[in-house]
Nanobody
């Protein structure tokens, strides 16, 4: 079993920044793809960013490229999402997700490709 706990959400004005953190349990965190997803009210959960367990590559949805940065610290079993230049349309609940398959392929962008999820943290960006 893997437990994921997000933190760092909150209310921020447009143009501001937030840093989300996700603490993970599990002895083989360094072999997990890790991702962040968002879910706005009334909408499906959508991919935001992901980091691979076996390369240094990172992946982003188009709307956050250049503004958000995903990173991981395997020594701390943690993954982060630095969000800059926030916009009102970034408002959503943000979820941390883990793919524990250790597949030697790029991390996925679909919900079913991740087998563990955190409880989510609310990010609200005011205009």
């Amino acid at each position: 079993q893997v437990q994921l706990v997000e933190s760092g959400g909150g209310l921020v004005q447009a143009g501001g920044s937030l840093r989300l953190s996700c603490a993970a349990s599990g002895r083989t965190f360094n072999r997990y793809h890790m991702g962040w997803f968002l879910q706005a009210p009334g909408k499906e959960r959508e991919f935001v960013a992901a980091t691979s367990w076996f390369t240094s590559n990172t992946y982003y949805r188009d709307s956050v490229k250049g503004r958000f940065t995903i990173s991981r610290d395997n020594a701390k079993n943690a993954v982060y999402l630095q969000m800059n230049s926030l916009k009102p349309e970034d408002t959503a609940v943000y979820y941390c997700a883990a793919d524990t398959s250790s597949a030697p392929s790029p991390p996925g962008r679909l919900r079913y490709e991740y087998d563990y999820w955190g409880q989510g943290t609310q990010v609200t960006v005011s205009s």
